[in-house]
């Protein structure tokens, strides 16, 4: 009886479970959590359930070690609005990965000739749909076409590193990795605390890195010998440095490194030293520099408990040199990047402790999954490192304020601006681990949004109602231009599921007011969408349009099977909130949902679209992108008018036929919840460790063939400010950017799995019954 009071009440139990310890009379005396009688018998489910899985023992089992810089992908600390990415050295010393964050943006120079007016007045081309014209944003102006694809860019907030100085005149030595030995770098998973030791001339030198959870800085804490001024045992004396990078738009992919570092375009951009030396107040600042690109200004601030001396390297240079005033083999600072002027620093106290505590609440306080503890399958002690791996790099890069780009806050692509259509594999997960509070940071998107989707969908596209929802874009919630990213529908339902699952969670009036307006535009706009044919009485939809492969010519694209499905998922979600709402659902809804085409059918599997050639199974062109027929159930639920057999007999047409080497990220969990849903429990974990489907030893998801990749030279390494001895590494020249769609991808597939779905009914039916026990704490349950 505990067992299943603790999976039907799991929201409720991870959101107030710290207020019960802390409040106990509040919660006796209030209605606005359990019924009186059911409070005890939590706190039992508290001591009982939540105490059978030793998590501490399982996440730190996974914390990952290096003993080399990997050219590839950083080690990092974070917080999800922020995030310091580190060489072997917990620091950006050799190796200058991002300080990345979700609020640093800027705007390149207007192309030549062209003014701000020219921004305000583009016009794309308008394509017939269905006899009338609809605007889109392409085919306008291509000089401000680009700079509206490329503009706001995400910047690299610059780097930092230890300073290896000549200790009688402090010049800078020309030190390299391979300079160094007994490397060893790990990160702490429980506390977010990366450590770093190595020596250099048989000096130990002792690196932490620590990301405040609250604000977006770091403490660096640095112990060596060699910090001292005069150090008796070797010539070389440590200090660190700041730098920062020139960064654009010219680059749509910037990785694995962000930014350009070159003298060549130190006149590009400004920094300023705007104060230093020790704080007579009480803001623990000791110096601050302002970094301007264009018009974008960032502030870079340091404070420290040791009085420190800062220099610029050079008058032309953006590369400082921090050094302690006094000797001393202790070096702590705390480093803050702002993008207005802060008047105060954390100390560095209070940076660990947010980390400590952050930290440990998160994985104390919301779901988890088990699967080592007793299974005998060997392939558990894989798929538990990539949850757990996956667990704590989402927490780094995908819990912004913001939807999360595709490569989270390691690198750019796209220019750093979010697709839309992706924000379900980045964050849907939340929902079901009950991490709300970091689904909050980011799903208000929607309210955020609604203004600009409203006036692109009635104003721009002439559709008499409804809001149109973005795919690729930023803060400011403007479209950026290009066909697939004003023809792509199937981001369209997300805010739908994104309600539902926080209404199962939090049912209540609250809720359903909250999501009101989202959910009206977005359904009214997915109706009148919906084209009425004559001559077939049944609701279409496209052309023109894009289907999820965006392998597909838009102009003949009719009725395809999963968008066609995922329209009738919505609607039905819709319908159903304006019930729960007590109001009237509009007539228009539910007239095209219970009219829409059927679903597509050719020699007695799904197809792509609607007439879609008889033989596209053995055609490359449709069948190397994603496969979404096997999200027809499996991602989704069973929707009105599917039939299962012939889902089935699908899936397993894509299981022979798919060119699954061309497949990347989220297709593998996609076709484990197929596998799952069709008790097919063998195949589901197959595909989740597919050997396309990789994760590196930090937990990194490498995106795969379809991802760029990027063949580094050395001349893009010294540009971008990395030492020749990078290229020596066993993995040079082949950069892969992490896809971290694919990361939450697996963690939803996972908790779909181990917690079931809507009308699932053994425990864990995503898995195997032989050789695997899983063991689930605070997960929610799947559509």
């Given amino acids: 009886m505990i067992h299943l009071l603790c999976n039907s009440n799991t929201a409720w139990l991870v959101k107030n479970l710290k207020y019960m310890w802390q409040h106990p009379n509040t919660l006796l005396s209030s209605d606005m959590f359990l019924p009186k009688h059911h409070l005890f018998l939590f706190l039992a489910v508290l001591s009982t359930t939540y105490a059978a899985i030793d998590r501490h023992s399982l996440v730190s089992k996974y914390s990952p070690t290096r003993n080399a810089s990997n050219p590839t992908t950083p080690m990092q600390v974070g917080n999800g609005n922020f995030a ?19 609020w640093g943006w800027k705007n390149d120079s207007l192309p030549p000739n062209r003014t701000i007016e020219d921004v305000y007045n583009y016009q794309g081309q308008s394509w017939y749909n269905h006899g009338r014209l609809v605007q889109y944003d392409f085919g306008g102006d291509p000089e401000i076409e680009q700079w509206l694809t490329a503009n706001p860019n995400r910047v690299n907030l610059g780097s930092v590193g230890l300073a290896f100085l000549d200790a009688q005149t402090g010049e800078t030595r ?27 001339n048989g000096t130990s030198i002792n690196v932490t890195t620590t990301s405040a959870q609250d604000t977006s800085a770091i403490l660096v804490k640095i112990v060596s010998p060699m910090l001292s001024a005069n150090p008796s045992d070797t010539s070389t004396r440590l200090g660190l440095f700041l730098d920062f990078p020139w960064a654009d738009g010219s680059q749509k992919f910037s990785a694995p490194f962000v930014g350009n570092y070159s003298s060549v375009l130190f006149s590009n951009h400004t920094t300023t030293l705007l104060k230093q030396g020790n704080s007579s107040d009480d803001s ?34 953006h590369r400082y040199t921090i050094l302690p005033q006094n000797v001393t083999d202790t070096f702590s600072l705390v480093i803050s990047y702002n993008d207005v002027l802060p008047h105060q620093i954390p100390d560095d106290v209070t940076v660990m402790q ?48 913001n939807p999360p780009q595709e490569s989270g806050l390691v690198n750019d692509g796209w220019y750093g ?32 949004f609604l203004e600009t989707s409203l006036i692109r969908a009635q104003v721009q596209q002439g559709w008499p109602t409804g ?9 400011s919630g403007r479209s950026s231009p290009g066909e697939i990213n004003n023809l792509l529908i199937w981001e369209q339902p997300h805010p739908l599921v994104f309600a539902e699952y926080e209404y199962r969670a939090f049912p209540s009036n609250v809720t359903l007011t909250k999501w009101s307006k989202v959910i009206r535009a977005t359904a009214d706009w997915m109706s009148v969408f919906a084209w009425h044919n004559d001559s077939t009485e049944v609701y279409d939809l496209g052309p023109p349009m894009y289907v999820v492969a965006e392998d597909t010519s838009p102009n003949v694209t009719i009725n395809p099977a999963f968008e066609l499905a995922y329209w009738r998922l919505g609607l039905g979600l819709a319908e159903g909130w304006m019930e729960r709402m007590g109001e009237e659902v509009p007539r228009n809804w539910s007239v095209v949902r219970e009219n829409l085409a059927p679903l597509p059918v050719e020699n007695g599997t799904y197809a792509v679209y609607e007439g879609i050639e008889d033989d596209f199974w053995t055609d490359p062109e449709y069948i190397n992108d994603h496969p979404a027929l096997v999200g027809l159930h499996g991602w989704l639920p069973e929707t009105p008018g599917l039939n299962l057999t012939t889902a089935k007999l699908t899936a397993e047409k894509v299981w022979a036929t798919w060119n699954f080497s061309n497949c990347w990220g989220w297709d593998f969990p996609m076709l484990a919840m197929s596998a799952a849903r069709n008790n097919e429990t063998e195949k589901a974990v197959e595909w989740l460790l597919h050997p396309l489907f990789q994760f590196d030893n930090v937990g990194m998801p490498i995106g795969g063939v379809r991802v760029p990749t990027y063949v580094l030279s050395i001349i893009d390494l010294v540009v971008a400010g990395c030492r020749p001895q990078i290229v020596s590494h066993p993995f040079f020249p082949f950069c892969h950017s992490p896809y971290f769609p694919g990361s939450g991808a697996l963690l939803y597939a ?18 195997p019954r032989s050789g695997w ?5 605070g997960l929610s349950t799947a559509l």
């Fill in 84 to 102: 310091f990415g580190a060489d072997v050295t917990g620091l950006q010393t050799f190796l200058p990965f991002a300080i990345m964050s979700s």
């Fill in 174 to 200: 020309n030190i390299t990795e391979s300079d160094l030995s007994d490397m060893h770098q790990t990160l702490d998973l429980w506390t977010g605390i990366m450590s770093s030791s190595f020596s250099f």
């Fill in 284 to 317: 623990g600042i000791q110096a601050q520099i302002m970094h301007q690109m264009v018009d974008a200004i960032f502030y870079t601030t340091v404070g420290s408990t040791t009085t420190i001396n800062i220099t610029r390297d050079s008058p032309v240079a």
């Fill in 354 to 401: 947010s980390s400590v505590d952050a930290w440990e609440a998160y994985w104390t306080t919301s779901g988890f999954i088990d699967l080592l503890t007793g299974s005998t399958d060997p392939r558990a002690d894989e798929l538990q490192r990539r949850i757990i791996l996956s667990r704590y790099l989402m927490r780094v890069n995908e819990a912004e304020d």
């Fill in 417 to 448: 601006k979010f697709h839309m259509e992706q924000y379900f594999w980045h964050c849907a997960h939340w929902a079901l681990w009950n991490n709300w509070e970091l689904l909050h940071r980011s799903s208000g998107v929607y309210d955020r």
């Fill in 467 to 475: 809001a149109r929802w973005p795919k690729m874009t930023d803060p």
């Fill in 750 to 767: 996972t908790a779909m799995m181990a917690q079931g779905w809507d009308g699932s009914e053994d425990d864990a039916p995503g898995f």
């Fill in 773 to 777: 026990n899983v063991r689930v704490e």
